[in-house]
């Protein structure tokens, strides 16, 4: 299992790894599917998660969720973390494990590293905290 603080922007399946569901928004339809976005978290950091057809209504708030073979990739602008079409999801458990909030990984710019051009690495922060699920006062 790889923290979420580890992970970095690649259009490949290979991300394994635990994490709360902290708060999910509404479902949207993306033409003929329904998708919608999560915010996620571990010790180490948050992320963006996006749910695709029945993964909407498979997970609430407070679901542990484990992740085989997902992706960390940009999808209409917006860096998500999701199961892609190889990858899987499933609920493991519920309410108990600790978590960050920041940094936020999908609030972070990416910028293609120096040394290697088939890597990314993390340029500046867009905001520290998510601009589509804002911390609660």
Known sequence: ?????????????????QFILLEKGK???DGQNKM???LVADK????HLQLWGKECEAF???DIIRMENGIFSYNKNNLVLRA???GKVEKVGNFIMEFVETPNLSEVKW????????????????SPHSRIFPPIP
């Open 111 to 126: 910028v293609p590293d120096p040394n290697n051009s088939n890597k990314y690495v993390q340029h500046s922060v867009i």
């Open 27 to 29: 479902i949207t339809w």
């Open 84 to 86: 892609g079409r190889r």
């Open 60 to 62: 609430e708030a407070g």
């Open 44 to 47: 180490t950091a948050a992320v």
């Open 1 to 17: 299992m790889v923290p979420l603080e580890a992970i970095v922007p690649a259009a490949q399946n290979n991300i394994n790894t």
């Open 36 to 38: 919608c976005l999560g």
